[in-house]
């Protein structure tokens, strides 16, 4: 069975995004852009929402060919054109570079994916996370808190039927204040 991992940047008070889907404020250092890359380098399948989606296919995928790339982000593009990627959405029509296009109900195809032999996964994309929150399909949750209060926006977190335990695992600093709390749910 394949562990599904939610891991995302978030505001100290909880968002992904700021009002506006605003994400000025969650650029990383050097060391945490690094960590993000080696990460994309370790998911052996990557499940995006189509928003998530639509904003990492905007960019990545020519990214390495920017004027004043960086070895840094030549990599990170590389190593995102070669992930397999899910991307689950009722609008969307086509996607590109290594991705499967799901239309039909998200949590039945994310439970399939997760009961398959396979190295790990990592689900992105606050409705979609939010879908396989309330199923109770996430296994590991990552969160790279920033020192900021963006006041609203998407919440990293859904509501919930049911309290989910969690046991502390690792803790990281981050230059600029920046903590990774990495929490594995109790089964």
Known sequence: MRKL??????SLDGYITAPG???GWSVPSDELFQWWSDRVASTELALYGRRLWETMSSHWPTADKEPGATPAT??????WRDMPKVVFSSTARTVDWNTRLVTGDAVTEIGRL????GGPMDIGGATLAAAAMRAGLIDEYVLVTH???VGGGTPFFTALDKWVDLTLVETRKFPDGLLLTRYETKR
Do not use: G, W
């Open 5 to 10: 991992t939610f891991a995302m940047n978030l």
């Open 21 to 23: 889907d605003d994400l």
């Open 74 to 79: 030549i990599e990170y593009a590389n190593r």
């Open 114 to 117: 997760k009961a398959e032999d």
């Open 147 to 149: 020192p900021v209060l």
